[in-house]
């Protein structure tokens, strides 16, 4: 029990060790004249060959069916994780060193929480910063468009009591959106009452249909009619206009049917009053900024300790980004000889602070928007393996399209038996396929904030590998950025992981359902108290 309970934390350090090496390896392989968009390619190539055969036969059956919807999540994931991010990433490392970018890369819980604030959309008309939700999907997800599927669900029943509460979302339909899309419109309801004979029924009906997630009577109505069948059927409309997040534990209270008869003695084995209903819906892939509340990544609680960490942790970090970036300071001599010498070969880059700098914190916000987006995406497809591959070999394709745009020297694609090709092979299957699986599978577990906070204890080992081992130039100023960027690190992770306030929400959570299925037992005793004669008749 404790080795699983530990085994995400175990699983993150071995990614650490594995990304330290993959710096000095990488370095080292464009020092010798790989040019860093191929070895992105052929990394991601590798990557996906390796998690193909594994993703095929071992997620055969967990592996959600595709749809465009999906297909367009993998091509930007893709873009923010693979081509956009690491081309950017291994560019800059021409031009800084290991030890900066490694120090740079704990920014980016900084950079998450910031642009969550500034993509942030208010739930209510007060914008409070005690309340604030933010969603940094948002403007990425509206960008690419609307994808929306437009449905009609009918549905016919017998009445076969004198009061009755009908669900008119179906349970299996519910379910199988949820795997697909992400908000459900309803636009119209169309209700009739169809007596089944040719003169009908001189039969008092009551319909309201409403919303019994609302705890407010009143409110929860959309619609209400009172009429009789003796003339032949009755035709109702509702247009309440509800959007419903698919997230939503109780969407299927959100649209209910209360129906009370009057007066109409049933005979026995008789069914003459039908009750058809006809609902118009959209269902949305993308994000509504009304229903952020329903999927909010941030709390910003500025009268709560943590809710100060929280600023105060991501202020101290990007000031040790500004320190890194701007001031060099002096270099820390060192006093022997290096272990390990890696050859400077005649396609080095040289080095500029500033365009590197730029470079890596471009990355980084890339990066950062990654590891929320595919926390969303295991929610609809959760299959790691199969998403690993898939992120692997479009990321090559893209990658690979930029490439021949930029780089027009066929020679830059021949690879020898040497540094670039075991350079490339360690990426592909090491980074490509067993990290990017183990992130994936780690951010399931535990969230993307677990994920990063691991981030610097690659800095150390980077920064005592390059300096003890190899031999590498260390600055003053990186040294104290980096010291800085790691305690604003901790500061922001500490603020984020509340688990009083994580205990709250499930209580609140807890007490909601309580007390809808109380006002639905009140509202089943109302409808009861107002015609008691019908209520105590049996029913046959």
């Known amino acids: 029990m404790a080795m699983e309970k530990f085994k995400p934390h175990l699983l993150m350090i071995l990614v650490q060790i594995c990304y330290t090496s993959l710096y000095f390896i990488t370095e080292a392989s464009f020092s010798h004249g790989m ?299 060192n006093l022997w000889h290096p272990i390990i010498y890696i050859h400077q070969g005649n396609n080095v880059v040289k080095e500029d602070w500033v365009k590197g700098s730029i470079l890596t914190i471009a990355s980084c916000i890339t990066w950062a928007i990654w590891y929320i987006m595919q926390a969303y995406t295991l929610k609809r497809y959760p299959a790691q393996l199969s998403l690993t591959t898939w992120v692997s070999f479009v990321g090559a394709a893209q990658s690979a399209f930029y490439t021949v745009i930029v780089q027009h020297k066929r020679a830059a694609w021949t690879i020898g038996f040497n540094i670039d090709f075991w350079s490339t092979i360690y990426g592909g299957i090491v980074i490509s396929g067993l990290v990017g699986y183990i992130q994936l599978w780690c951010t399931e577990q535990k969230g993307p904030v677990f994920v990063t906070m691991f981030n610097p204890l690659s800095t150390i080992l980077v920064a005592l590998l390059a300096y003890f081992v190899f031999g590498e130039k260390l600055y003053m100023g990186s040294i104290i950025g980096a010291i800085i960027v790691i305690v604003g690190f901790y500061l922001l992770l500490w603020g984020k992981e509340d688990p009083k306030s994580e205990r709250k929400d499930e209580e609140k959570c807890c007490t909601t359902r309580k007390e809808l299925h109380h006002e639905d037992n009140m509202m089943q005793k109302f409808t009861s108290d107002a015609n008691p004669k019908d209520s105590k008749k049996p029913k046959q």
């Open 35 to 333: 040019n860093p968009h191929v070895y992105v390619t052929y990394r991601n190539i590798v990557g996906g060959i390796v998690m193909l055969p594994f993703a095929y036969f071992l997620e055969r059956k967990k592996r959600p069916k595709l749809t465009m919807a999906l297909l367009l999540e993998f091509f930007v994931l893709s873009l923010m994780g693979v081509s956009l991010t690491l081309n950017m990433y291994f560019v800059s490392l021409n031009f800084t060193s290991p030890t900066f970018i490694a120090s740079m890369l704990n920014t980016i819980a900084a950079l998450t929480f910031v642009l969550a604030v500034i993509l942030s959309w208010p739930t209510s008309k007060d914008i409070d910063l005690r309340s604030m939700s933010s969603m940094i999907l948002y403007r990425w997800c509206q960008s690419l468009g609307t994808f929306m599927l437009i449905k009609t669900t009918e549905q016919s029943l017998a009445l076969n009591s004198s009061e009755q509460t009908i669900r008119l979302l179906n349970k299996h339909d519910i379910e199988f959106y949820k795997s697909h899309y992400k908000f459900l419109h309803i636009g119209m309801v169309q209700i009739a009452f169809k007596p089944l004979t040719l003169k009908g029924l001189p039969e008092t009906f009551l319909a309201a249909l409403r919303d019994t997630r609302n705890l407010n009577f009143r409110q929860s109505l959309m619609g209400s009619i009172e009429s009789t069948v003796a003339y032949g059927p009755i035709y109702f409309n509702a247009q309440p206009n509800l959007q419903l997040s698919l997230t939503n534990s109780n969407i299927l209270d959100a649209l209910t049917l209360n129906v009370k008869t009057h007066g109409y003695n049933y005979a026995v084995g008789s069914e003459l009053i039908c009750l058809s209903y006809r609902i118009y819906y959209k269902l949305l892939v993308t994000l509504n900024p009304r229903f952020f509340k329903y999927g909010r990544l941030e709390i910003v609680n500025v009268e709560d300790p943590r809710g100060i960490a929280k600023i105060i942790g991501t202020l101290v970090s990007l000031a040790g980004v500004m320190i890194m970036t701007l001031y060099k300071g002096a270099i820390l001599k």
